[in-house]
T-cell receptor, first 110, second 113 residues
Framework: EDQVTQSPEALRLQEGESSSLNCSYTVSGLRGLFWYRQDPGKGPEFLFTLYSAGEEKEKERLKATLTKKESFLHITAPKPEDSATYLCAVQAGSARQLTFGSGTQLTVLP | GAVVSQHPSRVICKSGTSVKIECRSLDFQATTMFWYRQFPKQSLMLMATSNEGSKATYEQGVEKDKFLINHASLTLSTLTVTSAHPEDSSFYIC?????????FGPGTRLTVT
């Protein structure tokens, strides 16, 4: 059974304090690892898809990396508007659906 | 990026009534749409996978007669919660795939009184 574990559950940072969120996965035949941002009361907003180990993608202050066991979402010099829940999901094998982790709730204090 | 809309964004209904939620892919055709439900401070739980023109595939534990899904076209899927009860109160989110990525709607907050 595919498993996705995110850590930490919650993270509080001061504005400008860089950090990383972790997503560990156990799947048979990874086809893609997805990162989403979710604000309270809204649907997830697509951030990145990573397909193979060693791949990296960047968008503004966010950078996602992928190894054979885990993915990191690095946040450089975060701002209060980066506060949200960050969700990691995997697509594996022949499945069309995604399996989600439980998310990391990020709070960036001014 | 691709846009997925949901309607309504919020609905309050009385116990025993039925509620329909619409999900539309606005600028792309989606052969597959997904319905999720999310409880407070929890992650998304897949309810069912909906394929255009065929019956939906429900996840284990999801009652197909209670949560009716129709995927009538490549841009529209509907979820009907039949005979709703307070325990059905939740945040329902749809999602649609194009050939590459999966995009989510803004969600529908259902409250059953």
């Amino acid at each position: 059974e595919d498993q996705v574990t995110q850590s930490p559950e919650a993270l509080r940072l001061q504005e400008g304090e860089s950090s990383s969120l972790n997503c560990s996965y156990t799947v048979s035949g990874l086809r893609g690892l997805f990162w989403y941002r979710q604000d309270p009361g809204k649907g997830p907003e697509f951030l990145f898809t990573l397909y193979s180990a060693g791949e990296e993608k960047e968008k503004e202050r966010l950078k996602a990396t992928l190894t054979k066991k885990e993915s990191f979402l690095h946040i450089t010099a975060p701002k209060p508007e980066d506060s949200a829940t960050y969700l990691c999901a995997v697509q594996a094998g022949s499945a069309r659906q995604l399996t989600f982790g439980s998310g990391t709730q990020l709070t960036v204090l001014p | 990026g691709a846009v997925v809309s949901q309607h309504p964004s919020r609905v309050i209904c009385k116990s025993g009534t039925s509620v329909k939620i619409e999900c539309r892919s606005l600028d792309f055709q989606a052969t597959t749409m997904f319905w999720y439900r999310q409880f407070p401070k929890q992650s998304l739980m897949l309810m069912a996978t909906s394929n255009e023109g065929s019956k939906a595939t429900y996840e284990q534990g999801v009652e197909k007669d209670k949560f009716l899904i129709n995927h009538a076209s490549l841009t529209l899927s509907t979820l009907t919660v039949t005979s709703a009860h307070p325990e059905d109160s939740s945040f329902y989110i749809c999602s649609a795939r194009d050939n590459y990525e999966q995009y989510f709607g803004p969600g529908t907050r259902l409250t059953v009184t």
